[in-house]
């Protein structure tokens, strides 16, 4: 191959835009014995590269079975939390339950009169506004 080819061709691949044959041809000039001495720099390179792929992992993988442990534990735990929160919650009874029907119309009854005194004393207090004005006005 010629030596100005080679050339180019490095650059080429430093730059990254080479095609997958000039890759191949670049590394069979390095395979060789006979490199021209200003490119011996990148003989290792391209002889490591070289070397790597015939490189071959022998070990056997350990494969572990996956557990779905943590899954159901999950759900299992979601499932008490559920439980929990429903029988824990205070019941709520209605308060007709509590109180006779008596007791709730004693109840109102005396809500209604304690109304209506109250109206009675608002009327009362502005009697006496009223009064107040007028004293004033005698008074100064």
């Given amino acids: 191959m010629e030596l100005d080819n080679i050339d180019k061709l490095v ?3 430093f730059e990254a835009t080479t095609t997958v044959a000039e890759e ?3 590394k069979a000039y390095f ?3 006979e490199v021209a001495p200003h490119l011996e720099k990148y003989t290792p390179m391209f002889a490591h ?3 790597t792929r015939k490189e071959e992992y022998t070990k056997p993988l350990p494969i ?3 557990r779905n442990k943590p899954m159901w534990l999950s759900i299992a735990a979601a499932v008490v939390l559920l439980f929990g929160v429903y029988f824990l919650q205070p019941k709520n009874e209605s308060l007709e339950n509590e109180y006779t029907q008596e007791e709730i119309a004693a109840a109102q009854e005396a809500f209604e009169l304690l109304a209506l005194n109250f ?5 009362q ?3 006496l506004g009223e009064f107040e004005k007028n004293t004033n006005k005698f008074l100064k």
């Fill in 24 to 26: 191949k041809a670049i």
């Fill in 125 to 127: 207090i502005t009697y």
């Fill in 64 to 66: 572990k079975a996956k």
């Fill in 119 to 123: 109206n009675k004393g608002s009327k």
């Fill in 31 to 33: 395979a060789n014995e």
């Fill in 11 to 13: 650059e080429k691949y």
């Fill in 49 to 51: 590269f070289a070397n």
